[in-house]
């Protein structure tokens, strides 16, 4: 076994004790993860993550055994995780103040889909009913958005319970999307499952893909060719510089700033054409595979900097005038404010958390790939917690991103000769891999038998921070919602699952 | 003042699709080609063995279905001699049995286009499209979204979004048609006054792709809602979509070679 965390092992009684000891010791909770054994047992996986280190504190609950004492009373962040897990392992955390149905709302008699337990579950039909009532009484009432909204956007619902325009309460539903990604990974081949990993949250196909195969190649003891990281590398600061310039987008047709809106989405459709120009895709899909990437930039890398380094400037002159732009940034300041010590507490990931002074980054605290030789340096610096500091982190994200790629593809017009993967051997035990998304921190446990994924679980970024929308939004009046959402750059696929 | 000196000097960057054809829109793999019948060497089952969605059809007579392929280019990679990308962005067609090439049953297609055309016939020059989210990866949106960039400004088409569907003609879905969002699609299809068409935006709202028959529904939005035109893609290209909407008011006959 082999893992890239080091794991301690313990009884479900002393499970929540331990993790609020690591916690209160400096460390996050990064992940909590279920795993059903054939035998009918569970596995407890808490993953708790403290200067360059994860530790994996794990417990396992006998067949039949469908309770523990939960994590949630003594490590708030543990929330969303444990009713998660009881969506889809049935397993109940004793002690969590509000058990709600969060990704698939079930009639407690239907059998669970249990991820990691070969037996294939019917079709499951959402329980409307087990979803608690909306909250209605003097003067409040409540206001739903979604899960079908206005404009062009992934399905999700936000239950606002208002006395009047101040929101005192925002619940968050992502059910509606839940497509059955876990379970349908342990029914796959290595090689399917890559694409798989590639559509858990499509608009960062790279990150994904990057984040299971090091899983694969952690077990395999493999490590890609210099060159293949390098590859990696251009297409993961592409998508970086895609998926924030998207939340920008966002921002600018909020505020009503036609024209920067327009020059933005420009500037976003130049990167997707620029990809597929580089790959002949425009997500970049079936670049990453375990061992390396499927071949060589179908530009030489002199095209690419040409091409690389014009959209880097109309970019940073745009939102160089951007943040000029007083009026624009006058809906941004002020607005969304998440306290440091909200976001410490939760262990914010990317953005959201940089935005408020925490600055947890991959790509610095655990290097992976090429970032461990390349020149890089996280964005520091912006405490505020308001949209804009959080956008200010994004806009100096995408001037890092580019510097990154242009590192890499001079170094790539030099590389040698040679093979862009190795091949690596049928996986066999379990290992943690991460890589920085986008949206922060995206975590991958793969657990492999004898060449069979047994168990793959993706946890994204977006599922972590948006546990923590609602505490965005004290005082805030409702026409701000847009900006804090948009702040905040959730995938809903990935929440969903 | 300064942003509109922006707009100014950026000039005219849209996209000139459907009436002259784009260099762009040709740039990237947009569906699969099957070049011809294979050899008596190469076995059926091997064939579509080669397919991680089942989407090869090799049962005495080799196709693909472009409904459930996702473009990983596996079948090109190992039988160049048999398979290839085709860069053509037309590839949206009326009748779910028009994604299997090469085709057949024109006859069978040919009704569905005919019941199609009639229902269209009395939509205005501008389209109101309403789109549904019934269980993305999150790209197709973006893809969706890309439309009203400055590029392919579809306003320019008369095709807007449109926030609420009692003014939608058409319904834009996206993903893989979840048990979740079952009911909010099939209300919002119903709050659409007639004529409405319905189009199946990507690989995955055709068939559910990787996920296809997931125990959360996954088989594709066709058991939801009745599908007029179908657009393959995963995603689909935003060229793929505008043809697949000209396509569905009748506005654009399916095949025909943009020149
Ligand atoms: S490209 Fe991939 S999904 Fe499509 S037919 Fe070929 S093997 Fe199947």
Excluded at chain 1, 383 to 392: F, K, M, N
Excluded at chain 2, 21 to 34: E, F, K, L, Q, T
Excluded at chain 2, 169 to 192: F, Q, S
Aim: proline share 7%; with cysteine.
């Amino acid at each position: 076994m082999r893992h890239a965390a080091a794991s301690v092992s313990l009884e479900p009684s002393q499970l929540a004790d331990s993790v609020a000891a690591a916690v209160r010791g400096g460390g996050r909770l990064a992940a909590l993860v279920a795993t059903a054994r054939r035998d009918g047992a569970t596995e407890l996986r808490a993953l708790v993550a403290s200067a360059g280190d994860l530790t994996s504190f794990e417990t396992t609950l006998g067949p039949g055994a469908d309770r523990y004492p939960g994590l949630t009373p003594l490590v708030p962040a543990a929330a969303w995780y444990e009713r998660e897990i009881h969506d889809l392992f049935g397993i109940e955390p004793i002690g969590h103040p509000r058990l709600d149905p969060l990704v698939l709302p079930l009639r407690p008699d239907v059998r669970r889909p249990r991820p990691g337990n070969p037996d294939k579950p019917p079709r499951l039909e959402p329980d409307l009913a087990s979803l608690p009532r909306h909250v209605s009484g003097e003067g409040v009432f409540t206001i739903p958005y979604g899960p079908v909204r206005s404009g062009v956007f992934e399905s999700v619902e936000y239950l606002v319970e208002t006395p009047g325009e101040d929101i005192p309460h925002l619940r968050t539903r992502v059910y509606h999307k839940h497509r059955g990604i876990e379970r349908r990974f342990g029914e796959l081949e290595v090689d399917d499952a890559v694409l798989l990993a590639e559509r858990v949250e499509g608009t960062v196909s790279v990150a994904h893909a990057t984040a299971f195969c090091q899983a694969l190649e952690t077990l395999g003891n493999v490590e890609p060719p210099r060159r293949a990281q390098l590859v990696r590398v251009v297409y993961a600061e592409l998508e970086r510089v895609a998926v924030h310039l998207d939340s920008i987008i966002r921002h600018t047709e909020g505020a009503g700033q036609a024209v920067a809106y327009a020059r933005m989405t420009l500037h976003k459709e130049h990167i997707l054409r620029l990809r597929a120009r580089l790959c002949g895709h425009r997500f970049a899909r079936g670049v990453v595979v375990p061992g390396g990437v499927s071949g060589p930039l179908h530009l030489s890398p002199t095209d690419a900097l040409a091409a690389v380094g014009a959209i880097d400037r109309a970019i940073a002159d745009d939102t160089r005038a951007l943040m000029d732009t007083p009026s624009f940034l006058d809906r941004l300041r002020g607005t969304g404010i998440l306290p440091a010590s909200a976001v410490a507490e939760h262990g914010a990931l990317g953005p959201v958390g940089r935005g408020s002074g925490l600055v947890e980054d991959v790509r610095v605290r655990r290097p992976y790939g090429a970032y461990r030789f390349l020149g890089f340096e996280p964005a520091e610096g912006f405490i505020e917690g308001d949209a804009l500091a959080r956008q200010s982190v994004r806009i100096e994200e995408i001037r890092h991103a580019f510097h990154l790629v242009r590192q890499a593809l001079d170094e790539l017009a030099e590389s040698e000769t040679g093979p862009w993967r190795h091949e690596i051997p049928a996986p066999d035990g379990t290992a943690w891999s991460s890589v920085e998304a986008p949206q922060g921190e995206l975590l991958y446990l793969v657990e492999a038998d004898a060449g069979q994924l047994t168990r793959v679980k993706p946890r994204c970024a977006s599922f972590h921070n948006l546990a923590l929308f609602e505490r965005a939004f004290r005082g805030d009046i409702l026409t701000d919602f847009v900006f804090i959402e948009a702040s905040f750059g959730v995938s809903i696929a990935g929440v969903s699952g | 003042m300064a942003w509109l000196l922006r707009g100014l000097r950026q000039g005219v960057v849209t996209s000139r699709y459907p009436r002259r054809s784009d260099v762009y829109g040709r740039g990237y793999m947009a569906a699969i080609a099957v070049l011809h019948a294979p050899d008596k060497s190469s076995a059926d089952d091997e064939l579509a063995a080669l397919c991680p969605t089942g989407a090869i059809l090799a049962d005495g007579r080799l196709r693909v279905d472009r409904g459930r392929c996702i473009l990983c280019g596996r079948c090109v990679e190992a039988r160049p001699d048999l398979f290839a990308f085709d860069g053509s962005p037309e590839v949206g067609r009326i009748g779910r049995r028009a994604l299997l090439v090469p085709d057949e049953d024109e006859e069978a297609v040919e009704e569905v286009r005919a019941e199609l055309a009639k229902r269209t016939r009395f939509l205005r020059r501008s389209i109101h499209v309403r789109h549904v989210d019934a269980g993305s990866d999150g790209s197709e949106e973006w893809e969706v979204a890309a439309l009203t960039n400055p590029v392919y400004d579809v306003q320019r088409l008369g095709i807007f979004f449109t926030a609420t569907p009692r003014h939608a003609d058409l319904l834009l879905v996206t993903g893989v048609g979840t048990a979740g969002m079952a009911g909010p699609l099939r209300l919002t299809y119903e709050a659409m006054p007639f004529p409405k068409v319905v189009l199946a935006a990507g690989t995955d709202a055709i068939s559910g792709g990787l996920l296809h028959s997931s125990y959360a529904g996954a088989d594709g939005i066709g058991s939801v809602v009745p599908v007029d035109v179908w657009v393959p893609g995963s995603p689909p290209s935003p060229f793929s979509l505008l043809h697949g909407i000209l396509v569905a008011v009748g506005l654009l006959a399916e095949n025909r070679a943009v020149t």
